[in-house]
């Protein structure tokens, strides 16, 4: 006859008071990184005490129970436990649920404790929360309850309404989490499940590829119809704005373009219209105008308008105040958080003082126009005051300026020595031949006129090449005249200054740094300038040396043409464009060139790509976008280039060099919680020991920068 297994016997449990128990050394948790009591403590106060201690009687040196208790196995709840009682909120003589244990070892106790417990998949965490808000929890209130941030509780939210397909197929180790949280940008459960198909086809299914594939055909927020309309518009014209609660989106995708168009085209006619009613001739109105597209037109000057004697008066008590700020933060080793603040608000509403409105002439404004577009970053954009040159009014003729020591006009050559006929009275006058004391002084004949130019002209450059500042100040001079003036005759010199038009428009090009330089620093010298070209000379006489000097490069500047035609090659000037680049130490990375796929990356062969990401990052990282099709292979290697101060051959100053750097390791679990610790992207942390853990069902998850 069989004998039946022995039955198991459980450790007995009972509530024992708390001054009974003491924390015990055989503990084999040592490290107590991540412990937070104050957090417990609240926890077990809202909930009570959700989990026993285990706990063993201390023995006195005959072997008898002495009526205490040590805690070997829960320290963090005894200490939870004790920093209540500290603070009057629990009776030092509170029962506290204990399971009572004799048989065994006590640091083999802590250890299973530890050890022969399983983690909470994070899906189960994901559908808690969600049950939770089901039954009618706020987010803040969940949050409140975890302790962890309102930002954390709809990451997990979202993730939990991802396709309840995707989400068996995660529980099943058939994704990873990084590809789930991507999945999340798109609510739509039957596109989800379509990327996700396609996937299956393909050699790469990265977290930014099923992003980019969720988001095809979207608009991003970051564009400048989408920050001028702004979202607040979109959204109440029924458009939908996808977000990414795990990644930095840029205020994520406005999924209905056309809407987009429509709501920034009304828009722009509503501020047309507003400029039109100013009283100007026209005003033509579009998203973006074309780099160049105010060539040849003449521009009003307008005039600023004076600051009142209010404004006057606060401009001098907010620069007075700067002064004193900055001589107070002179000599100390770090200026206050709140004196760094207040400076940048002073600054800002210097500035402002500075940008005072301009006025015109009305009756310049009817015959001129603007330009309305929108800016790269979104603000609208109004080119005020341009004449063309069919509404310039018509140029009077000039009076032909008379030669020195003449008085009538010149003869004609043919009727020289002529009288002329006296009007018919019915008597016949006599004809009489002049004489050379009749003639008086005539114009000079223009063979000898020319001659005598000749001589003074050639006599005039060589005295101009032994003045060089005034040779300076005349070739200044001829530049501006032409570069400024419509009609730049004013100059004996002959120095034709072109300033080239761009055959092709490059995405973006009107708003570049260098654009909006060349732009504001034009309009400030033409600001300076005289209204009429014959009074420049003095002007320019008036300025300083650096003054000249820098008004001299600007227009300089204005003629460099180092553009590559194919039906106009010009090898030798895009030479000497590298020669002029070196002495600069001009970099494209700096002005804010990057290589984006709308840029560059998208319009170029595959083998280009891999070889900049090889060049730029290393082999390694060029041989992980292999296998990617072409689009997907410029979106990756977009991102691989951020920050790596990259440019393709044409865009480098000879000498530039570029040392490979390795990419940023690829995020893990463990990884990505520390990334959310230090303030990174939010992650799912995995879910701390029992030891650690109050409320264990719903472990804290890690807390997401906000």
């Known amino acids: 006859m069989s004998k039946s297994a022995p039955k198991v016997a459980l450790s007995a449990s009972r509530d024992i008071p708390f001054n009974r128990l003491v924390l ?31 706990v063993r009687p201390v023995l006195d040196d005959d072997g008898r129970e002495t009526g205490t208790f040590e805690v070997p196995s829960g320290g963090r709840r005894y200490r939870a436990l004790e920093l209540l009682v500290k603070q009057k909120r629990l009776a030092r003589t509170a029962p506290i649920p204990c399971i009572i244990r004799t048989e065994g070892i006590a640091e083999e106790d802590s250890l299973a404790e530890n050890v022969q417990r399983a983690p909470l998949h994070p899906l189960d965490q994901f559908r808690a929360f969600q049950a939770l808000r089901e039954r009618g929890r706020s987010e803040e209130e969940i949050a409140a309850a975890f ?33 789930l949280m991507a999945f999340t940008v798109s609510p739509d459960h039957e596109r989800q499940e379509q990327v996700w198909e396609a996937l299956q086809r393909s050699h790469t299914k990265e977290p930014y590829q099923i992003r980019r594939l969720l988001t095809e055909g979207a608009v991003r927020a970051s564009d400048k119809r989408a920050r001028f309309v702004g979202a607040e518009a979109y959204e109440a014209a029924a458009g939908l704005i996808l977000r990414d609660l795990f990644q930095p989106d840029d ?41 160049g597209h105010n060539y ?29 700020l900055e001589q107070e933060c002179a000599e100390a080793d770090e200026v206050p958080e709140e004196t760094d603040r207040r400076l940048a608000e002073i600054e800002e509403a210097l500035a402002a003082f500075e940008d005072r409105p301009v006025t015109y002439d009305p009756e310049e404004m009817a015959r001129a126009g603007v330009f309305v577009s929108i800016d790269g970053s979104g603000a609208l954009r109004a080119e005020r005051g341009y004449v063309r040159s069919e509404d310039e009014p018509p140029v009077a003729a000039e009076p032909e300026q008379e030669q020195v020591g003449t008085d009538p006009p010149p003869a004609d050559p043919e009727t020289e020595g002529e009288t002329t006929a006296e009007p018919d009275t019915g008597t016949a006058a006599p004809r009489t031949e002049p004489t050379e004391e009749d003639e008086g002084i005539r114009p000079l004949p223009d063979r000898l006129l020319t001659e005598l130019t000749a001589h003074r ?21 001829a530049l501006c005249v032409r570069l400024f003036y419509r009609y730049g005759l004013d100059s004996c010199l002959e120095i034709e200054p072109k300033s080239a038009l761009f055959s092709a428009q490059a995405p973006g090009l009107a708003d570049t740094t260098s654009a909006r330089a060349i732009e504001a620093r034009h309009a400030r010298w033409q600001a300076q300038m005289p209204t009429e070209p014959g009074e420049l000379w003095p002007v320019l006489a008036g300025f300083d040396a650096d003054s000249r000097e820098a008004l001299f490069a600007h227009c300089v500047g204005l003629t460099v043409n180092a553009v590559h035609e194919a039906y106009n090659r010009r090898p030798k000037a895009i030479a000497h464009a590298d020669r002029i680049s070196e002495a600069v130490s001009l970099d494209m990375a700096a002005v804010g060139w990057r290589p984006t796929a709308e840029a560059y990356l998208g319009r170029v062969t595959k083998g280009r790509i891999l070889a900049a990401v090889r060049e730029a990052r290393g082999a390694r990282a060029a041989e992980r976008l292999v296998g990617l099709k072409k689009a997907e292979m410029a979106t990756a ?29 690829e995020a893990t679990p463990e990884g990505e919680a520390e990334s959310a610790a230090e303030g990174g992207e939010p992650a799912i942390a995995s879910a701390p020991p029992a030891e650690d853990t109050e409320a264990a069902a719903i472990p804290t998850a890690a807390i997401a920068a906000e």
Request: proline content about 4%; charged content about 30%.
């Open 24 to 54: 015990s050394q055989a503990n084999v948790r040592r490290i107590k990184a991540g412990i937070c009591v104050e957090e417990l403590a609240e926890d077990i106060a809202r909930r009570t005490l959700l989990q026993s201690l285990t």
């Open 147 to 179: 302790f962890v941030s309102v930002g954390v509780v709809r990451q997990r939210l979202r993730l939990a309404a991802v396709s309840p397909h995707l989400l068996d197929l995660y529980a099943e180790d058939g994704m990873t989490l990084e590809q």
């Open 296 to 324: 040849g037109l003449r521009r009003l000057a307008g005039e600023a308008q004076p600051l009142s004697e209010e404004e006057t008066a606060r401009r001098g008590a907010l620069q007075a105040e700067f002064d004193r």
């Open 251 to 291: 205020g994520g995708w406005w999924q209905d373009a056309g809407l987009l168009d429509r709501l920034a085209r009304e828009r722009l006619e509503r501020e047309a219209e507003a400029i039109r009613a100013e009283g100007w001739r026209w005003v033509e109105a579009a998203s973006d105008f074309p780099y």
């Open 457 to 477: 002209t050639l006599a005039l450059r060589d005295a101009l090449a032994a003045d060089p500042q005034t040779a300076f100040l005349a070739a200044l001079h």
């Open 637 to 665: 290697a977009e991102e691989l280039l951020a920050g790596t101060a990259w440019v393709p051959e044409p865009l480098r100053t000879p000498g530039q060099v570029f040392a490979a750097m390795e990419p940023e390791t």
